[in-house]
C-alpha cells in the first residue's frame, strides 16, 4: 500500500518525502511546463533530494517507441529508481516492452480498460496506471476498474502494480486500495487531506479540556 505524490512542485515533494509516508512521485510533461522547469533538470533535483523513493517518474512525448527509448535514456542515465512513463498505444507498448527487458522501471499511463490493462502486463510494465477521475467523467466507474484489473492480476499471478491515477478525493484513495491498488497518486491537496477528520478534531479537543481540567483539580 504505496501513496505516490502527483506534482512537479520540488519543495512540495521534500515536505511530502519528511514526512515518511511518501512512496514516490509521479510527474507529468503538463506539471513541469507549469512550474516553468526543464523536465531532466527536476528529474534530478527530485532524485537528489529524495533518493530513496522506489519511483521518480518521467514521462516521455513521442511517435514511435524508438523515439521514446531514445528520450527515456537521459532520465534513466540518472538513477535505477527513475519510471519512464509511456502512453498504452501500440508505439507505447513497444517501448515498455524493450525498456521492461532491460530491467528498467516503465509505468504504462493513459489506461481505461482491463484489456489495457493486460496488454501493459503482457509487456512487463513495472506499473499500469487506470485514470479513475477521467474514467468517472466519461460515465464509466473509475474504481470498478480498478477492482477489475485487480482481480484480473490476481487470478493470473501478474505481477504489475496498479497505480490509481487521476484521484480526487481522499474517499477514492480508501476505495482504490480496497479494491486492490498497489499505489495510488495524489495531488498534494488530496494527501493533506487524508490527515483530517472533524471527529478526529473534536476528539482532541475534548482530551485537551479534560487534560487541562484534571490539571486544575491537581
Same mark, same amino acid.
Given at each position: ?67 521514446? %527509448? ?13 519510471? $519512464?512513463?509511456?502512453?498504452? /498505444? ?13 530491467? %528498467?522501471?516503465?509505468?504504462? /499511463? ?7 490493462? $493486460? ?47 487521476? $484521484? ?46 484534571? %490539571?486544575?483539580?491537581?
Amino acid at each position: 500500500m504505496k501513496i505516490f505524490l502527483d506534482t512537479a512542485e520540488v519543495e512540495q515533494i521534500i515536505d511530502g518525502y519528511k514526512t515518511g509516508l511518501i512512496d514516490g512521485v509521479t510527474t507529468n510533461p503538463t506539471l513541469i511546463l507549469r512550474s516553468g522547469r526543464d523536465q531532466q533538470e527536476v528529474i534530478e533535483e527530485i532524485y537528489q533530494a529524495c533518493p530513496n523513493l522506489e519511483s521518480i517518474s518521467a514521462e516521455v512525448v513521442a511517435d514511435t517507441a524508438e523515439e521514446m %527509448i531514445e528520450q527515456a535514456q537521459p532520465f534513466i542515465d540518472l538513477s535505477d529508481n527513475v519510471t $519512464i512513463k509511456v502512453p498504452c /498505444t501500440r508505439e507505447g507498448l513497444k517501448a515498455c516492452y524493450e525498456l521492461s527487458h532491460e530491467d %528498467i522501471l516503465t509505468n504504462v /499511463t493513459l489506461v481505461f480498460s482491463v484489456s489495457q490493462a $493486460i496488454l501493459a502486463a503482457k509487456a512487463g510494465a513495472s506499473y499500469v496506471s487506470p485514470f479513475v477521475g477521467r474514467v468517472d467523467d466519461n460515465s464509466f466507474g473509475g474504481l470498478c476498474l480498478v477492482k477489475d484489473i485487480a482481480n484480473t492480476y490476481k487470478r493470473h499471478d501478474v505481477e504489475t502494480q496498479i497505480l490509481a491515477a487521476s $484521484i480526487r478525493n481522499v474517499r477514492d484513495v480508501g476505495r482504490a486500495f480496497e479494491y486492490g491498488a498497489n499505489v495510488c497518486t495524489l495531488p498534494v491537496k488530496v494527501f493533506d487531506k487524508m490527515y483530517d477528520h472533524v471527529l478526529t478534531e473534536k476528539g482532541l479537543e475534548l482530551f485537551n479540556n479534560d487534560y487541562l481540567a484534571a %490539571i486544575k483539580e491537581t
